[in-house]
C-alpha cells in the first residue's frame, strides 16, 4: 500500500553507502537504516531519484533506475558482469566491482565531480527534496550542487557524534573528516534527523561552536525484529550449555575488552557459561583480537552470520551483553529486548531513552557488577527455562511506520 504524502515534486536518496557494503557481509546498523529509507521512499506517492558515488565520478538515476538498483540490493535480481571501467577499478572487489557497472548502466546521467553541479540540475527536477542517510557525499561539492537545484531541500540524518566525542576509539583522520562533515551539513543542510534525543543535544552543541544550528528534528529509528533461523546457525555450535551473546563490530568502543577480562574470571569458576561475540572485525583493536585469535575458554567468535541466525542466537541466550562506552542508539539492545531477552548494558542516557528501564544497567568501571549480574542472568536462565529458553515478553519499540510518519512530512 503507497504511503500518502503532500510534499515535494521528487525525493532523491543518497544511495551510495549502500552500493559501497555490496559484498563486504552483513549489514550493519547505518546500512539497515539506509535500506529502510529505500524501501520507505519507493513506498511513498513521490518519484524517488538516487545519487550514487563511483569510481571516477557520479551517477544520477532516475526513478527507473532506482527501482532495478533496489531489485539487486535486496537480492531480488543479481548482479551483471563487469564492464571496461571496473576492470581497472583493481581495488574493488569482484561484487563491488560488478555492483558498480550496473549502476552505471542503470544510470539516467553519468558524471564527473567537476561537472556534477551542472549534471544533477538537468536531472533532479525543481523543487526536489534529497535525503543523505548514510553520511556518502557529504562534501561541499555535492551538498552545492544539491543547491544548485531550484528550490531543492536538504535533509541529513545523523546517527551520532562520537567520532567527536571520542576520538580515541577512531581511526586516523576520522575525527576530522568527522568534524568537515558537520561543517558541510551545518552550512547547506535545511534540516538534520536525529535518532534520539542525545543526539540532538550533542550535535547541537557541536553546532553552536561551529556558529550556525540548522533547525534539528528527533526521530527514532524503527526497530525491525527478524524472525528466529536456527537452520541457519553454523553448525556445531553448543546451544545446551547456558551462553551470553554479544553484537557489533569489534572494535573499542564496544569494548570487548571487560568482556574478555570477564569471562577469563568465570572460566575459573564451576559450569562456566559460553560467550559468542557476533559481529566483523573492525578497527584500532588488536589487542582484543590478538585475544581472540588465541581462543579464549567459553569464547566463541562469530562473524558473517545471517540476520536468522543473529536472531536465534539472541533468542536462546541468557542474556545480551552490551558495554559500549557510547552509542547514538545501540540497535542490537533494541532488538535483543524486542524480542524478550535480557540486556545488561552500560549506564548511558541514550539506553534509559529508548529502553527505559527494560535492561539491567551495570558500571563497565565495574567488573564485580558485571560479574554479579551475569551469573544472576545464568543462573535465572536455569532455573526458570531449564535447557531451552522460553524468552519473556518484548518491549515495545517505536516502528519504522512511526518514523517515516513524520520524514515524509517534512522532507
Excluded at 550514487?52 to 527501482?67: C, E, H, Q, S, Y
Excluded at 580515541?168 to 558541510?184: A, I, N, V
Excluded at 524478550?340 to 551495570?362: K, T
Aim: aromatic share 6%; charged share 20%; hydrophobic share 40%.
Amino acid at each position: 500500500m503507497a504511503i500518502t504524502t503532500n510534499n515535494p515534486p521528487a525525493r532523491c536518496l543518497d544511495l551510495t553507502r549502500s552500493v559501497s557494503r555490496v559484498g563486504r557481509g552483513p549489514l550493519t546498523g547505518i546500512d539497515r537504516v539506509e535500506r529502510e529509507y529505500l524501501r520507505a521512499l519507493m513506498a511513498s506517492d513521490v518519484p524517488v531519484f538516487g545519487l550514487v558515488r563511483l569510481v571516477g565520478g557520479f551517477a544520477i538515476l532516475n526513478p527507473d533506475g532506482v527501482t532495478a538498483l533496489a531489485a539487486r540490493l535486496s537480492g531480488a535480481v543479481g548482479w551483471g558482469r563487469p564492464d571496461v571501467v571496473s576492470h581497472l577499478s583493481r581495488k574493488l572487489s569482484k561484487q563491488r566491482r560488478c555492483a558498480e557497472a550496473d549502476v552505471r548502466r542503470l544510470a539516467a546521467k553519468l558524471t564527473r565531480k567537476a561537472s556534477i553541479r551542472h549534471e544533477i540540475a538537468r536531472v533532479l527536477p525543481p523543487g526536489c527534496s534529497y535525503l543523505n542517510v548514510g553520511h556518502s557525499n557529504i562534501s561541499p561539492g555535492v551538498m552545492g550542487a544539491i543547491r544548485s537545484v531550484e528550490g531543492a531541500q536538504i535533509t541529513v540524518l545523523i546517527h551520532d557524534t562520537i567520532p567527536l566525542d571520542f576520538p580515541e576509539f577512531q581511526r586516523p583522520g576520522t575525527p576530522q573528516k568527522f568534524h568537515d562533515k558537520l561543517k558541510t551539513v551545518a552550512r547547506f543542510a535545511d534540516q538534520v534527523v536525529c535518532i534520539s534525543h542525545h543526539t540532538q543535544e550533542q550535535l547541537t552543541a557541536r553546532f553552536q561552536d561551529m556558529g550556525h544550528v540548522p533547525k534539528t528534528q528527533v526521530a527514532h529509528i524503527g526497530v525491525s525484529l527478524t524472525k528466529p533461523d536456527k537452520q541457519a546457525l553454523p553448525p556445531g555450535l553448543d546451544l545446551k550449555t547456558p551462553y551470553f551473546v554479544t553484537v557489533g563490530t569489534i572494535e573499542p568502543r564496544k569494548n570487548h575488552q571487560l568482556l574478555l577480562d570477564l569471562w577469563e574470571r568465570l572460566s575459573n569458576t564451576d559450569n562456566p557459561p559460553n560467550l559468542y561475540v557476533i559481529g566483523q572485525r573492525g578497527w584500532n583493536n588488536r589487542p582484543v583480537f590478538d585475544r581472540l585469535d588465541q581462543h579464549p575458554p567459553h569464547v566463541h567468535e562469530l562473524n558473517g552470520l545471517p540476520d536468522g541466525a543473529v536472531s536465534a542466537l539472541m533468542q536462546g541466550a541468557c542474556g545480551l551483553l552490551f558495554p559500549s562506552f557510547a552509542e547514538g542508539f545501540g540497535l542490537p539492545a533494541a532488538e535483543a529486548a524486542g524480542l524478550g531477552v535480557p540486556v545488561i548494558c552500560n549506564n548511558l542516557s541514550v539506553f534509559h531513552e529508548i529502553l527505559g528501564q527494560y535492561p539491567i544497567y551495570a558500571d563497565v568501571a565495574d567488573m564485580y557488577e558485571w560479574e554479579t549480574k551475569v551469573k544472576i542472568l545464568m543462573n535465572y536462565h536455569k532455573s526458570v527455562n531449564g535447557a531451552e529458553f522460553e524468552p519473556k515478553q518484548g518491549v515495545a519499540l517505536a516502528g519504522w511506520k512511526e518514523h517515516f510518519d513524520l520524514i515524509l512530512r517534512i522532507s
